[in-house]
């Protein structure tokens, strides 16, 4: 059956926000965000709430970008790795709009921007502001240990990215222009039965390849027909899993093709191991560096695939394995 | 701005299912539910398990009256309490569908619902299966204390409900007939600084009333254009402060046209005080009460509003107030 909606009116994306921590401002993408914080306690007296504050920033750049206000937004959709979406709870309090949270682990901005697409293509919101958040400390502490341990970690294990990225998907102003959300494949639940948290890369990247191949088998497209592939983030381990599962599966991508925000986030000096995850790394990867390139028309068609981990510590703590996901959506420049 | 959304095509709710634990199915509602548990652990080692398994049965349960397989299941959105959508992942990975976790706390059915609506209506999905769950013994010892404690609770607070329920939204068979979704109205994040946690009618009661408002402004409505309008859950306490809370803005809703899923649930001798709450009560009560009422013709224009508490042990222990947001969804009968 066939998991890929097609928005006849192709959504456009009018504007982007982008903010990251100071260890992701001294990568290899510095540039590319639109703020680099120097504290990433924000001054405030918890991460959790400097988490929020920075996914709200996200979304007023992203608002002021687009020249609108906070009372001109019709639908907000996003949401974070906390429990109970804490930040993006917070966050959505102070914008004030209609907000709908969303769990997808690390793959809840593609889902976020994959429901965003069919509210505003379907008439029912003029536009939908799509957003999440993460941040290394409030991860570390809920997922792991308490971050005073300075706990050890092997080189599979994945640094989650304090970052926040926020994008508006609006009606078309014109038929053609601008970055456009052209279609978008829901992701289903797949668990290869890894159960270690330190190695999310290789529990996610099967959900990846499952989204992968349903979408070019409904969309009767190969790797060909996009200038990058995009997947955030299966960091440089799970990147690796991900090109042999699908080379077993008869579809060759490129390395040059494939590009992980996990795997990009940070430079190999950094000690960060098998690279970023979080759900704030895609976000902002996206609405920084990725839709710069669109807009500057290095690349012209993006297949964008978020991956999540739906693991708790209440599921580690049982010896479950790692349910994963991974939703995608189509962005095109024309 | 209005934050109605509305179905042209008005999908139909073409199958529901619903499961309840023992004590809910001690309840005055008991006869109104398709599966009551004798064991609130279904044999399972863990409740974690025991929840998931509830909410993979609610939604086959569901399939089956629509004489459909897992296999056809365009979309499955859902959510519950626990951190990570513990319970909803595993069910989802079990079903195999196209997934989309949602968070909206207690809200989480009536997001589901208005969601899938827009995804069939716009002709994204044939069908949707909307589902949400909740279990007394996961979020009591994930928000609250340990069970084998046996904390003392004051008058206020409310009494979580092992339930789950799913429906199944679909394109219309005929033109007129069954339940239809007419429309759905989004919450906005609202916050009146409640931080007690044994006192969620009273953070939640704002919320409702402020989308309650916003559909009737939005829809030009009144009280008298529905036959109920359902709330979940805002409890005994909660129920009474949105009534009051109406009238302050010139609103009489009469006490008999509403119903708080969470005061109708338990009897006043189960001791469950200001009554049941939770992702599964307003799902289960949905399906299996109020859509039989609909079936049976002795109603036929319901408002249901979810009320969520977007409040974290995290959010709770830094002292923080309780978020909430309510979403809306009409179903009529013709």
Chains 1, 2 share one sequence.
Not at 169 to 198: F, K, Q, S, W
């Amino acid at each position: 059956m066939k998991r890929t909606l097609w928005y006849a009116s192709r959504p456009e994306i009018v504007s982007r926000g982008c903010i990251v921590g100071p260890r992701e401002g001294k990568g290899p993408l510095a540039d590319r965000f639109d703020v680099i914080l120097e504290d990433d306690l924000l001054g405030l007296p918890s991460w959790e709430l400097a988490e929020a504050e920075m996914e709200r920033r996200a979304c007023m750049l992203c608002l002021e970008r687009a020249g609108i206000t906070q009372a001109q937004v019709e639908a907000q959709l996003g949401g974070d790795l906390l429990n109970q979406l804490m930040a993006s709870g917070l966050a959505a309090r102070e914008i004030g709009a209609p907000f709908l949270g969303l769990y997808g682990a690390c793959s809840t901005m593609a889902e976020a921007l994959l429901i965003a697409g069919a509210l505003v293509d379907g008439g029912y919101r003029k536009n939908a502001l799509a957003c999440a958040s993460s941040h290394f400390c409030t991860a570390e502490r809920q997922f792991r240990f308490p971050l005073e341990l300075g706990t050890q970690r092997p080189p599979s294990a994945q640094w989650t990215a304090t970052a926040a990225g926020a994008a508006l998907v609006a009606a078309p102003r014109t038929e053609r222009g601008g970055i456009r959300l052209e279609c978008g494949t829901i992701g289903r639940v797949i668990d290869y039965e890894i159960a270690d948290a330190n190695h999310m890369g290789a529990a996610m990247a099967p959900a990846v390849a499952d989204t992968l191949l349903g979408h070019f088998s409904d969309a009767d497209r190969t790797p060909a027909d996009y200038d990058l592939i995009v997947t955030g983030d299966l960091g440089i381990v799970g990147r690796e899993i991900l090109l042999e599962l699908m080379k077993e599966r008869g579809v060759r991508i490129e390395q040059e093709k494939l590009m992980d925000c996990g795997a990009s986030l940070f430079g190999r000096e950094q000690d960060c191991h098998a690279g970023g995850s979080g759900c704030g790394c895609i976000a902002s990867v996206l609405t920084g560096h990725i839709m710069r390139m669109l807009e500057d028309g290095q690349v012209r068609r993006v297949l964008a695939l978020g991956s999540g981990a739906m693991t708790s510590t209440t599921s580690a703590q049982q010896g479950l394995s790692i349910p994963s996901i991974s939703h995608a959506v189509a962005l095109v420049s024309d």
